[in-house]
């Protein structure tokens, strides 16, 4: 069975960094890409980071790119959310899910998903 569970999500001023986690089970990295998603209250859900199957390759959406980054650890069968610089309007719950992504580039969020994570809460105050 698929499973994705995300944590680190929380409270941070603006400007201020946190750190999510995608643990994942059921499946390998070489088998889908791991996508970051968010969305916010009253607002449509948007991707905003992947990570691909092979070559580790990464993407950042416009509105968060130079400030978060996405990353794994083949070892612990984690995928990472490195977000700095946090501003206000990232306010989100914040999903991963298993997508169908060999490569990650421009518009990757019309990949499948095969499976979501429950999301985590992320506040920027300002």
């Known amino acids: 069975e698929v499973q994705l569970v995300e944590s680190g999500g929380g409270l941070v001023q603006a400007g201020g960094s946190l750190r999510l986690s995608c643990a994942v089970s059921?499946?390998?990295?070489?088998?889908?890409?791991i996508g970051w998603f968010r969305q916010a209250p009253g607002k449509e859900r948007e991707g905003v980071s992947c990570?691909?199957?092979?070559?580790?390759?990464?993407y950042q959406n416009d509105p968060v790119r130079g400030r978060f980054a996405v990353s794994r650890d083949s070892s612990k069968n984690t995928v990472y959310l490195d977000m700095n610089n946090l501003k206000p309007e990232d306010t989100a719950v914040y999903y991963c899910?298993?997508?169908?992504?060999?490569?990650?580039?421009?518009?990757?969020?019309?990949?499948?998903?095969?499976?979501w994570g429950q999301g985590t809460q992320v506040t920027v105050s300002s």
């Open positions: 899910a298993a997508v169908t992504a060999i490569y990650c580039g421009y518009q990757w969020e019309q990949y499948e998903a095969v499976s």
């Open positions: 059921g499946f390998g990295f070489d088998d889908y890409g």
């Open positions: 990570i691909g199957m092979t070559d580790v390759n990464t």
